[in-house]
């Protein structure tokens, strides 16, 4: 659903107190705090920082799908929404096949088919922890039919969580139209895969499921080069120019590099990647693919700049950068009062 875009801020893993950030972001006038899946769980910190604060959306962004039962998603997203009365988003991400068997040790293979029966589940699961109902989710890969009231939490006062999910190629981005309530957008995008691939996609499955498309939201985070001067936005240019190599050496998100054009610039990353030859992989992002993925702009011409781009194209825009909420704060208000 594209209507006001809303603002939000990563809450990232080197956080020493979730509660505060949390609470500062809510302070500055920012509309949400997601929860990423690196190096540490990203259940964890949303709970003090749901304990901390009243208004703003709390979520992951994302937590890795497979590792984790369809039950231990259920029951620590039910917690969560009970905690924040109402304002926690489960969002899911598939990870790539290699992370999923090399990592964590779980089948990778079928991600979508994977991810489908996951969301079914969990809602499954979540109408028998709400009404009471017999549990009875009989899918490919799971039948799920033990639930004793012992086992049961009970329902909530306040709606089911929603579930966003995240998505890149075409099958997950036709499961998102099909089964979430959010689509999170890779950080890796274009305004022309946003236009052409992500947002058809999702809003022709959503229709081919008979749901209404207009209230599926698009969760993305920005990367924007940013800082008081023009030599600041050129600095920062060069940490995303590594960060958009890295990104766009994974297969999986080829894609976004071919609607560009640069679909042999993927490869060639890819290979590099390959052999670990990480420090030359930023020379091959050259300007014009930089500019294609990467906000930059003077703090003080950044909110116009990601009103142009993200305009009736994202429900929630989110900075793929550290910088401090309330900092934050003045920009969200500028972007809303354009944007709208």
């Known amino acids: ?38 190096g540490h769980d990203p259940f964890l910190p949303l709970l003090p920082a749901a304990s901390a604060t009243r208004r703003i959306t709390l979520g992951t962004a994302v937590a890795v799908a497979f590792p984790r039962s369809p039950m231990v998603h259920a029951q620590v997203a039910w917690d969560l929404q009970r905690a924040s009365n109402g304002r926690f988003v489960l969002g899911l991400g598939s990870q790539v096949r ?15 088919v994977r991810m489908r029966e996951t969301v079914r589940a969990i809602r499954a699961i979540w109408r028998s922890f709400q009404e009471g109902v017999p549990l009875d989710h009989r899918g490919e890969l799971w039948t799920l039919s033990l639930l004793p009231p012992f086992f049961n939490p009970g329902p909530l006062d ?23 309530d959010a ?22 499955a959503a229709r081919a499921a008979g749901r209404d498309p207009d209230l599926i939201a698009f969760i993305v985070p920005a990367m924007i080069a940013t800082g008081r001067t023009t030599a600041d936005v050129e600095r920062a ?6 960060q958009v190599a890295f990104y766009a050496s994974t297969p999986s998100y080829r894609g976004v590099l071919a609607i560009e054009g640069r679909g042999e610039t993927a490869d ?7 052999r670990g030859a990480w420090a030359e992989m930023a020379e091959l992002v050259d300007d014009g693919l930089l500019d294609a ?22 429900s929630r ?10 900092a934050w704060g003045e920009v969200a208000a500028e972007v809303r009062r354009i944007a709208a």
């Open 1 to 38: 659903m594209i209507g006001t875009m809303l603002f939000d801020l990563p809450l990232r893993a080197d956080v020493d107190d979730p509660a505060a950030f949390a609470r500062a972001a809510e302070a500055a006038g920012l509309d949400g705090v997601w929860s990423a899946e690196t």
């Open 293 to 314: 993925v990467c906000t930059s702009a003077t703090w003080d011409e950044l909110p116009a700049a990601l009103a142009r781009r993200y305009r009736g194209r994202a």
């Open 268 to 274: 060639r990353l890819h290979r590099l990647s390959v």
């Open 317 to 326: 825009l989110m900075p793929y950068a550290a910088l401090d909420a309330a």
């Open 158 to 180: 306040v709606p089911p969580p929603p579930i966003a999910m995240a998505g890149v190629g075409e099958p997950m981005l036709r499961v998102a139209g099909a089964e979430a």
């Open 237 to 242: 240019r060069e940490g995303i120019r590594a």
């Open 98 to 112: 290699a992370h999923n068997e090399r990592r964590y040790g779980v089948p990778g293979d079928r991600p979508a």
């Open 183 to 204: 689509v999170h957008v890779h950080p890796l995008h274009t305004e022309r895969h946003l236009d052409e691939v992500v947002r058809p996609t999702v809003r022709g």
